[in-house]
């Protein structure tokens, strides 16, 4: 998983560079690049997803908590990963009152769907109590 982490940083690097080469010229086709790389990275990032989900599935099985539980926090995780990674896109193509907004959105859409763990959590304080 490190080495992937190297490669992806270094192809990065290199894509950056050729961006800004290439913004000289035409600046669309740099956006593009940044977009091809940023989906590139995602697919390859997500892949690992489903190890990371059974290893955290494992330990919740063990420690008796609700499973269900676990979706939220998922959810959450990859909203916050695709809100970053649209809000970076629009950064790059200039657009940061978009940028803004989804941000916004995204961070809103998060709360609704941490709901569920807020409330168990409510309910196992008060049962303590």
Known sequence: ??????????????T???????KMHRPEMGVVLGLA?????????????????????ENIDRAGIDSKLLVPVLKVTGMAYITQFAVDICKDAGQNAIASKIETAGKIMMLAVSVPIATSLIQMIASIL
């Open 16 to 22: 950056a560079v050729i961006a800004l080469l290439i």
């Open 1 to 14: 998983m490190e080495t992937e982490l190297i490669r992806i940083a270094g192809i990065g690097i290199i």
């Open 37 to 57: 790389f940023g989906a590139i990275t995602l697919i390859v990032a997500f892949s690992k997803a489903g190890a990371i989900i059974g290893v955290l599935q």
